[in-house]
């Protein structure tokens, strides 16, 4: 099979996903995730601390969007341009579980609140990547 990479499409959903990821954990749901991760009850020197290695975690953040984008990009496309069923079924099979196995680190309260943060987010750029993929 040979899939000729639209690298714009590619770069535009990186993009989507880098800026989605910071609306979703933080004006969206930034609270309720402070709150899960416990960096709610860090003193202010200790997020100054945290804050120090950020712009290096962004950078990666992003590298990681690209290749989400680039794998998700083939997978569609693959699919021929199928965009909502393959983001679908590859939240369904690979995204959702993986979502699920990251609550129990959490306070058990917390456990719903952080799968359906997590898994959400997942499913909404997916679907959002699929139509754009589908379409470009």
């Known amino acids: ?49 945290a804050m120090k290695g950020v712009g290096m975690m962004y950078v990666l953040q992003f590298v990681l969007s690209l290749l989400t984008s680039y794998v998700f990009y083939n997978f569609v496309k693959a699919w021929n341009g199928g965009g909502y069923q393959v983001a679908f079924f590859v939240w369904l099979g690979f995204m959702m579980p993986q979502a699920a196995g990251v609550i129990w680190d959490s306070q058990k309260g917390l456990r719903m609140k952080k799968f359906l943060i997590v898994a959400g987010y997942q499913l909404i750029t997916l679907l959002v990547l699929g139509y754009i993929f589908s379409i470009w």
Do not use: C, H, R
Request: hydrophobic share 50%; proline share 2%.
């Open 1 to 49: 099979m040979n899939i000729i990479v639209n690298y714009w499409a590619v770069l535009g959903g990186a993009v989507f996903l880098f800026v989605a990821g910071g609306i979703w954990y933080g004006p969206m749901f930034g609270k309720v995730w402070m709150k899960i991760t416990g960096a709610d009850k860090l003193s202010k020197e200790e997020q100054k601390e």
